[in-house]
């Protein structure tokens, strides 16, 4: 089985529609009615910590990086993650988380949270929020609501309210 060669670079305006048309066929319209969507609704991610994955000129995979506040503290929203249905065995979703939270590491930021699969997340690091600490302006079930500390001791001050750093 030859070995797909995956490029990776940060996203630019030129990739939304590409990433637009890939998210609309993974997840459908639906996903308009997720909390994490409607808190993300008309923002730009951070470019510098959002990528995308391509096989040569195809875009197959993409991540985003939204700045949000948890109370008074700021934070990212990683999200949405999307992988082309026939790529998905090649490890590009967590390829593309790991290049995200390097990147955010880099920059300075201190903290990852996420709405997501806590068997999938969590293999990259990810745990779930304890109960209290953090809301979401929306319905969000306990369970998918988790946390990467890019810095130790991140967690301990993002507490309430998650919202938009606009």
Avoid: C
């Amino acid at each position: 089985m030859t070995e797909l060669a995956f490029s990776f670079s940060p996203q630019t305006d030129a990739d939304l529609a590409a990433i637009e048309r890939l998210t609309e066929h993974a997840f459908g319209p639906g996903r308009f009615a997720k909390t994490a969507y409607r808190l993300r609704e008309g923002l730009k991610g951070d470019a510098a910590l959002s990528f995308v994955a391509r096989v040569g000129t195809i875009l197959v995979g993409a991540n985003r990086m939204t700045p949000i506040r948890i109370g008074d503290s700021p934070a990212l929203l990683l999200g949405p993650l999307v992988v082309e249905p026939a790529f998905r065995q090649h490890g590009l979703g967590e390829k593309l988380v790991k290049k995200s939270l390097e990147a955010a590491r880099a920059a300075g930021h201190r903290l990852v949270i996420l709405v997501g699969d806590p068997g999938y997340y969590g293999r990259m690091g990810f745990a779930r929020v304890p109960d209290g600490k953090m809301k979401m302006p929306g319905p969000v079930d306990p369970e998918r609501l988790q946390y990467y500390e890019l810095s130790e001791g991140a967690l301990g001050p993002a507490t309430g309210l998650i919202w938009r750093a606009d």
